[in-house]
């Protein structure tokens, strides 16, 4: 079993940045992939962003490419997400997940554990 549980949520003005954290404990999060997802009110859950075991291949859904940065330290296990540049379409709980299949063109395959998110909330 692998817990996690995330942190760095916030309101924030369009324009602005936060940085959300996912601790992971339990077995050996560096055994796994992890990534982030959001769900706006409304509206199904969305990748958003992905990291190699190792940390040497990421993905990006498309919206939040140049925008986003996701990294990880596998001595404190945790992954991190750099949000930048904020708008209010971002407005979501965003979710830690962590699994065992990642691919560099879809991010995490099948999420086996997932985090009870964090509220982000961006003004205009």
């Known amino acids: 079993q692998v817990q996690l549980v995330e942190s760095g949520g916030g309101l924030v003005q369009a324009g602005g940045s936060l940085r959300l954290s996912c601790a992971a404990s339990?077995?050996?999060?560096?055994?796994?992939?992890m990534g982030w997802f959001r769900q706006a009110p409304g509206k199904e859950r969305e990748r958003v962003a992905a990291i190699s075991r190792s940390g040497g291949s990421t993905y990006y859904t498309d919206s939040v490419k140049g925008r986003f940065t996701i990294s990880r330290d596998n001595v404190k296990n945790t992954v991190y997400l750099q949000m930048n540049s904020l708008k209010p379409e971002d407005t979501a709980v965003y979710y830690c997940a962590a699994s065992g299949h990642y691919a560099s063109d879809y991010g995490l395959v099948r999420v086996d554990y997932w985090g009870q998110g964090t509220q982000v909330t961006v003004s205009s």
């Open positions: 339990g077995r050996t999060s560096s055994n796994y992939a």
